[in-house]
């Protein structure tokens, strides 16, 4: 949540939640709708069942005072959209109130809407695509060759592109080289797709193998492209062989350039 605190609107604008079907999912992961008229009356419906409470806006306090009826609780701001609105309850922070706009969540999956803006944020800081509010992200799942999953933020489509966001476990995936299960790979900079690659086998005049992360399917080394060992291990620097390529300079575990000799 910290990192998304830039996204968070102040309760000031209390046009984003006025006369808005917030939704309550309490520990016994019950629904419960609340509607904060602009009269200050609160509406609370439960399967149906409506009751009428009152609200108020405390705006030095950034506080939302809620009158159930049965209770009365000052909820101070935490975190807030025209989606999403979190409340901790006053003296006891731990203690959140999280109500879910259902007309923009509809499928109440509060987890998902967070990685998508914590995405958009990674994509409009690092990437090289230019995201706007409208555009929808997709969440495309890649298993990789160790067995675990790799989540990416596409734009609008099902397809991986440079600029796209990567996740592992919920957070950004730290920098590095993924390899799928299927065809293909990523290499991964700042939380986002740096380049993607398919790695191919090559043997060497010496008898050993290796593998170039090439540019396309099908398609033989190039200038730039990462090369290692079957290990995993980068080759290092020097001049080799590759069988049906031709000579190769390597640097940095890179091919360097094509040389003659």
Sequence with gaps: MPRLRQFSQSLDQTELFVDKPWVLIDEDKQQQTYIFRRSGELLMSLDGQVQIGAWDYIAPAQSLLIDRGADKLLLNHFFFTNALLVLARDGKPESKFILANRQLIPDLNVEKYLEDLDARKTIQANGNLKLNA???????????????????????????????????????????????????????????????????????????????DCQGVGMNPKVSDKVFWLSGLPIGDGKYTIINVGKVRIRSGCIDGFTLF
Excluded: H
């Design 134 to 212: 409208t555009q929808q992200l997709c969440q495309t799942v890649m298993e990789l060759e160790d067995g675990s999953s790799i989540i990416f933020f596409t734009v609008e489509d099902n397809s991986i592109s440079v600029g796209d966001a990567v996740y592992t476990d919920g957070n950004a995936a730290s920098d590095g080289r993924y390899v799928f299960k299927k065809d293909g790979g990523t290499n991964v900079e700042n939380g986002v797709i740096k380049s993607i690659f398919w790695p191919q086998r090559y043997k060497l005049s010496t008898g050993e193998q290796i593998i170039a």
